[in-house]
């Protein structure tokens, strides 16, 4: 068995239970070196398109790939992110006809995925005006704080990157954002099945604040790439 597995991530990884599965982890295979990969927005598969991580946390929807599986960890709100001078910065909430008109900041990275981002479906029809595009997290509240856009992102990106300039503000009518973690069907890599099992088993009892009440609320549709919708809870089996 070899020494070391890498897994992909992008911004906050898995938020509060990152810290939480990795001790679990190690503490049953002290042996092994967990190696933490940054992904930028280019690649939402977080490496394992290129099979340059074993196992990832990713955030769906993700493009359709025979190979992929994934299983929802949790779920959680997204918000609108505005620099604190803007007009909406002061408000409770927000909905997506309030900010349709304003320019957005928007990621480079798959269509799919970067559309989900910018909300295209709800926005009844009306084309996105485009303010700036970015590769990564830290480069897009950059922009948001030069006034270049605004952007929607999970709730927890405020409690890891929450900074003075920035204003996080509740959306009432987006689809929530999942937190999978994922892997490779078509490797037969035992690590990456038991880091699988360990995310599984730590995000059953809970931890992560704020989140959508699974037990309340549909797991998020996604459309396939045939025009039916998908969900992304429990998708997947350990092969």
């Not at 955030?59 to 599986?69: K, T, V, Y």
């Not at 509240?141 to 405020?158: D, H, K, L, P």
């Amino acid at each position: 068995m070899r020494g070391t597995l890498i897994v992909g991530f992008q911004a906050n990884a898995a938020a509060e239970l990152t810290p939480r599965i990795l001790a679990a982890f190690k503490n049953n295979h002290p042996e092994i070196h967990v190696q933490m990969r940054s992904f930028d927005f280019a690649d939402p598969t977080a490496g394992l398109a290129d099979g340059s991580a074993d196992v990832a946390f990713v955030r769906p929807p993700l493009p359709a790939a025979d190979w992929l599986a994934m299983e929802t960890l949790f779920i959680e709100p997204r918000v609108l992110v505005v620099a604190s001078s803007s007009r909406f910065a002061g408000l409770s909430e927000v909905s997506v006809e309030q900010v349709v008109d304003e320019p957005f900041v928007a990621r480079k990275a798959p269509d799919k995925w970067r559309d989900f981002w910018l909300a295209t479906q709800a926005r009844g029809g009306q084309p996105v005006r485009l303010g700036t595009q970015v590769a990564t997290v830290d480069e897009c509240f950059e922009a948001i704080m030069g006034e270049r856009g605004i952007a929607f992102t999970q709730a927890s990106t405020q409690r890891f990157y929450d900074r003075p300039g920035l204003s996080f503000i509740p959306v009432r009518d987006v689809p929530p954002s999942p937190l999978s973690i994922a892997w490779r069907t078509d490797v037969n890599d035992g690590l990456a099945r038991e880091f699988v099992e360990t995310a599984r088993t730590l995000a059953s009892f809970g931890g992560v604040p704020n989140l959508v009440d699974s037990r309340r609320s549909a797991s998020p549709q996604f459309p396939d790439g045939r025009g039916n919708a998908t969900s992304m809870a429990g998708r997947g089996t350990l092969c």
